[in-house]
């Protein structure tokens, strides 16, 4: 086990990382579902924050609209906070886990394309769970300037936009999350936690790189409220170049990295222990 507190140096992090992966791939689906609806319902939690703070302030656009975007990226980050530290999940971390778990030959194939489906649907219920039961139903964005500007963020970032700028931006998310996780994992004191947790998924927020679940409910909200975005257009221009530009950013640009530079040289003894305990909990792919 990892020590409370201090800073793990960087293979054993990645080492840290790669257990997490190897236990969700033994998760049954019930628990993957259950975990990734509330972690949709915090993150969501932390978009509804964003639109507050950052969206109260629209006055200040465009004179001054790197105070706006500034205050959406330091509200983001809360959520995912509050996933990490209460156990919950969000999709785009298993990109990083499953690559980092593939490589390393763990769980057959079934597991990871039933985990990721789990996973996502389980993210897509939270959020539409979030944006009609806590955002419609209060009406908490319903009075100007909050109406106008979540439309409006939506009709920026997603609508007017060509499908493979939302996509490469989804890349440069998944990555920055993904590494925001991997130093939320590094870092064991409280306060260091946070702040790592933090910092890039404030810098992806403020730079409006698309987070999936951030918008499967930032979108949701946005054609609540009259956003001119289809649900056929929720799906193929919001959400598929968001989860495929995630997956790649979180898996080869995180997920990759970790496994060639502390996972490949690292024996099997540092990986697993005396006792190879991932090894017989959790079989090798193709039976190997």
């Not at 190897?22 to 049954?28: A, D, G, K, Q, V």
């Not at 955002?135 to 060509?162: F, G, R």
């Not at 997920?255 to 690292?266: E, F, K, N, S, V």
Request: net charge negative; charged share 10%; with cysteine.
């Amino acid at each position: 086990m990892p020590p409370s507190t201090g800073t793990l140096p960087p293979h054993e992090a990645a080492i840290a990382v790669l257990h997490t992966g190897i236990e969700h791939l033994s998760n049954p689906l019930t628990t993957t579902f259950i975990q990734n609806v509330y972690g949709a319902l915090l993150l969501s939690s932390g978009g509804l924050f964003s639109i507050l703070l950052g969206g109260g302030v629209a006055g200040l656009d465009p004179d001054n609209a790197g105070i706006e975007r500034l205050l959406h990226g330091v509200a983001f980050p809360f959520g995912l906070v509050l996933v990490y530290l209460v156990g919950a999940e969000l999709f785009t971390g298993y990109p990083m886990w499953y690559v980092m778990t593939a490589l390393e030959r763990k769980g057959s194939p079934m597991q990871y394309v039933n985990g990721a489906i789990a996973s996502w649907l389980g993210n897509l219920t939270g959020a539409l769970l979030f944006a009609f039961l806590f955002t419609k139903a209060t009406d908490v964005l319903a009075e100007e300037p909050w109406h106008s500007s979540i439309v409006t963020q939506i009709e920026n970032d997603i609508i007017d936009l060509p499908w493979h700028i939302v996509f490469v931006r989804a890349i440069a998310c998944g990555w920055l999350v993904t590494m925001a996780m991997y130093l939320g994992t590094q870092n064991q004191d409280g306060i260091s936690k946070l702040l790592f947790l933090h910092f890039p998924f404030m810098i992806s927020a403020t730079a409006r790189f698309p987070h999936t679940v951030e918008y499967m409910y930032l979108s949701s909200v946005g054609m609540i409220l009259g956003a001119p975005l289809s649900i056929g257009g929720f799906f193929w221009k919001c959400l598929l170049p968001l989860t495929l530009g995630n997956v790649i950013g979180g898996g080869f640009f995180t997920g990759l990295y970790l496994w060639q530079m502390h996972l490949r040289p690292a024996s099997q003894k540092e990986k697993y222990g005396d006792d190879g305990l991932y090894d017989e909990e959790t079989p090798l792919l193709n039976g190997h």
